[in-house]
Structures are given as structure tokens and as C-alpha cells.
Nanobody, 116 residues
Framework: QVQLVESGGGLVQPGGSLRLSCAAS????????MGWFRQAPGKQRELVARITTGGTTNYADSVKGRFTISRPNAKNTYLQMNSLKPEDTAVYYCAVGGIGTSWTYWGQGTQVTVSS
């Protein structure tokens, strides 16, 4: 069993930066992927970034060059978001999954609003 807690969301102006944090607790031995999803009103939930236990990363095309995911240890991940745009406004969720499984555990979400 894994529990995830996100933090770091808030209101920021276009061009600004935020860093989201996610901390996992519980039984983390089976965690292979840690990732960040987002969902804006009226839009599908999308995978923003993910990172494996070995440090392999993937990003959505819409955030490449602006967002960076990191994982300093097995149970923490961060999403550094730079050059934020209004279209980045969404609820951001941390999630984890095993090597051969779907995303199985989710945090409660943190709101990111990019607006003047």
C-alpha cells in the first residue's frame, strides 16, 4: 500500500515558475514509475512527465523544455515548472506504478493556476 501527498501548487503569472513536490509513504518496494498528471476543466487527463527508478524520463510534448521531473530517492519526486503558460492551468496529480502495471496510486491533487 502506498500513499502519496502533493504540494507546491498555487497562483503564478505567465512566465513564472513553480515546483511541485510528491512524497510517497507505505510499501514502496514495487514502485517503478513516478509521474505527474494534470487535468484541466473540460479536458482529458494527461501524463505530463514520468521517471523510473533508474532515472529514465519522459515528457509530454507540450511541456518539453519547460518542465523537469526529478527523483532524488525512491519515494520522492519533484516537478520543476518554468515558463508557465495559461494553458498549464490544471489540477496536478502525482501517481506511481509498478514495472508491469498501470498507474495504481494517486495523490489528492494540487491546483496550479497560471493567470495575470
Amino acid at each position: 500500500q502506498v500513499q502519496l501527498v502533493e504540494s507546491g501548487g498555487g497562483l503564478v503569472q505567465p512566465g513564472g515558475s513553480l515546483r511541485l513536490s510528491c512524497a510517497a509513504s507505505g510499501s514502496i518496494f514495487s514502485i517503478y514509475n513516478m509521474g505527474w498528471f494534470r487535468q484541466a476543466p473540460g479536458k482529458q487527463r494527461e501524463l505530463v512527465a514520468r521517471i523510473t527508478t533508474g532515472g529514465t524520463t519522459n515528457y509530454a510534448d507540450s511541456v518539453k523544455g519547460r518542465f523537469t521531473i526529478s527523483r532524488p530517492n525512491a519515494k520522492n519526486t519533484y516537478l520543476q515548472m518554468n515558463s508557465l503558460k495559461p494553458e498549464d492551468t490544471a489540477v496536478y496529480y502525482c501517481a506511481v506504478g509498478g514495472i508491469g502495471t498501470s498507474w495504481t496510486y494517486w495523490g489528492q491533487g494540487t491546483q496550479v493556476t497560471v493567470s495575470s
